[in-house]
């Protein structure tokens, strides 16, 4: 139990602003986001997402993009390990994803799960998908911002927080 309140911790202040004590007892500004009809335009349209062969698909050239199949060394990311069966790893993982700050669950498969997060100011989309293919014990990630070049790394720290939230909880 200690391990997933550190796990849930640990994204809690990752996905902050600030680290100091005084961002987390204020009140948070209101997003851009919010803005009515604003949000569409910073959210972007879904692209093409989900699984191509047996394989999410690659990145595009922008640097806002990471993915652990077949990807070139700027868009590689490791993907996700995991010891015992498959359907644990996934409840895990959708456990995990419960607690990640304004990400929500868009589609759940045996074997693929799709998430969106929201940037907290002006509510930016990304699109996070997860693959867990029967014959190897590893959840393949992908991860990439809708709209814009870069990220600034957003999506590859978000993915090593899964990953290191999964392995706190012996995944």
């Given at each position: ?13 990752w996905a902050l602003p600030t680290c100091s004590a005084f961002a987390i007892a204020a009140p948070a500004p209101q ?123 957003v999506n590859r720290r978000r993915l090593e927080q899964i990953r290191f939230a999964l392995q706190d909880l012996g995944?």
């Amino acid at each position: 139990m200690a391990s997933i309140l550190a796990c849930i911790l640990a994204i809690a202040l990752w996905a902050l602003p600030t680290c100091s004590a005084f961002a987390i007892a204020a009140p948070a500004p209101q997003s851009l986001g919010t803005i009515p009809g604003l949000s569409q335009v910073f959210a972007g349209k879904t692209p093409e997402l989900g699984m191509q062969d047996g394989k999410l698909f690659p990145c595009p050239s922008t640097p806002n993009c990471v993915v652990s199949q077949g990807a070139d060394q700027d868009h590689a990311i490791a993907p996700i390990a995991y010891t015992g069966n498959r359907e644990e790893a996934r409840k895990l993982l959708i456990k995990v994803l419960g607690v990640v700050p304004r990400t929500e669950i868009v589609t759940q498969q045996e074997n693929y799960i799709r998430v969106k997060s929201t940037s907290h100011i002006m509510g930016f989309v990304d699109d996070t998908e997860f693959y867990l293919p029967e014959d190897e014990p590893v959840i393949h990630v992908r991860a990439a911002a809708r709209l814009g070049e870069s990220d600034l790394g957003v999506n590859r720290r978000r993915l090593e927080q899964i990953r290191f939230a999964l392995q706190d909880l012996g995944v």
